[in-house]
């Protein structure tokens, strides 16, 4: 997205015009996130297809796909750090953040066939992350990195996901025939709208929250900046944060518009195409350095952001094995990823801004 729409624009620009456009990007990601929640509920009900497999299948394709092409022309420019790490910190956002936002507001639908299909496939794509990381530099020090043979294995794996949801889909809707809400008169003229019109809506709401999320993050850090904010803390929190605009806008529209199931596939299958899209295209694109000798603290990736995602998926590992049999997810397991996700950012901070300091 910074290839397509750079900085040097926003940083000429009078404070009230990039307060204007920050505005109109929280404008344009509302109405470009009710599209798109919008056309796939409705091709989700033409096509009897769980709107749970569609958040966790074309939703999350959609929302990922800015993360995959920053980590990409990342590695490709030989910014590693930033590859690897935008994928761990949006799983983490996502789980913690928007999962855990989600659950906290509203009771959430916990589906036994998807959480025991593609929520375990999640905690399997964040433990095998995991396990190459610490694996690989246990083996090759702070020179370790990953390569593009696990590249390769992480795409033909994503292949296989999705093929086989397609399959778990078809076994979805032929095992639980009802499992769907009722339908309100919004969502059935919604529903009686034309396929090509359905999917035209999906995608104009994709791109609507993709851009919208570009220029409210590019609008935003050079208000910070202006204003005085440390750059660590706007890389830190206003950044990191807007890599995952596109994920909690689709989710709180979800919620509004009665779509909880949405937000828990987004959630899902956005974690799973973090690991197997985002890393495994970018290592095929370049090799990952898990240590990057360039940051202000540079094993913080091993120490800090890897034990907070599997923390933050143990969490959701519980959640799981309490809410299968009851149908929905307590709100209040939310709450622990909350305070988790607070404490990443503010631990990321002191670390990042105390290695400043010293230096």
């Known amino acids: 997205m910074e290839e397509l729409i750079p900085d040097a624009p926003f940083l000429i620009m009078p404070m009230a015009m990039l307060g204007l456009i920050a505005f109109g990007s929280i404008w344009a990601l509302i109405k470009g996130s009710d599209l798109l929640v919008d056309g796939a509920a409705g091709l989700a009900f033409r096509f009897g297809i769980p709107k749970i497999i569609v958040g966790a299948t074309i939703v999350s394709l959609g929302t990922t796909s800015p993360e995959c092409a920053v980590s990409v022309m990342a590695a490709w420019a030989g910014d590693s750090g930033l590859a690897l790490g935008n994928a761990v910190g949006s799983i983490i956002a996502d789980t913690g953040l928007i999962f855990g936002l989600g659950c906290a507001l509203v009771v959430l639908p916990a589906d036994r066939f998807v959480l025991m299909r593609q929520g375990l496939v999640k905690v399997c794509c964040d433990v095998l992350l995991v396990t190459v990381c610490l694996v690989t530099w246990r083996l090759q020090g702070d020179n370790a990195a990953i390569g593009r043979p696990i590249g390769i294995l992480f795409l033909v794996l994503l292949a296989v996901y999705m093929w086989i949801s397609v399959r778990w889909s078809k076994m979805h809707s032929a095992s639980e025939p009802h499992s769907e809400p009722e339908i309100d ?156 996700y607070a404490v990443f950012v503010v631990l990321q901070y002191v670390l990042s801004s105390g290695s400043h300091a010293a230096h």
């Open 185 to 340: 008169e919004h969502v059935a003229a919604t529903k009686e709208k034309p396929a090509f019109v359905l999917a035209l809506m999906l995608l104009i709401g994709l791109a609507i929250v993709i851009f919208a999320s570009r220029f409210l993050v590019a609008s935003a850090s050079q208000l910070a900046e202006r204003w005085g904010v440390p750059q660590v803390v706007i890389a830190s929190t206003l950044v990191a944060f807007g890599t995952s605009l596109p994920e909690l806008t689709v989710g709180i529209a979800a919620i509004l518009k009665g779509h909880r199931e949405l937000l828990v596939g987004n959630v899902i299958g956005a974690d799973i195409l973090n690991v197997l899209f985002v890393v495994g295209a970018s290592a095929v694109a370049a090799p990952l350095n898990i240590i990057d000798p360039t940051a202000k603290v540079p094993n913080l990736f091993l120490y800090l952001h890897l034990p907070t995602m599997m923390i933050m998926t143990g969490i959701f590992v519980f959640a799981i094995g309490q809410s299968v049999r009851r149908g929905e997810f307590r709100r209040w397991y939310g709450y622990p990823l909350l305070i988790a």
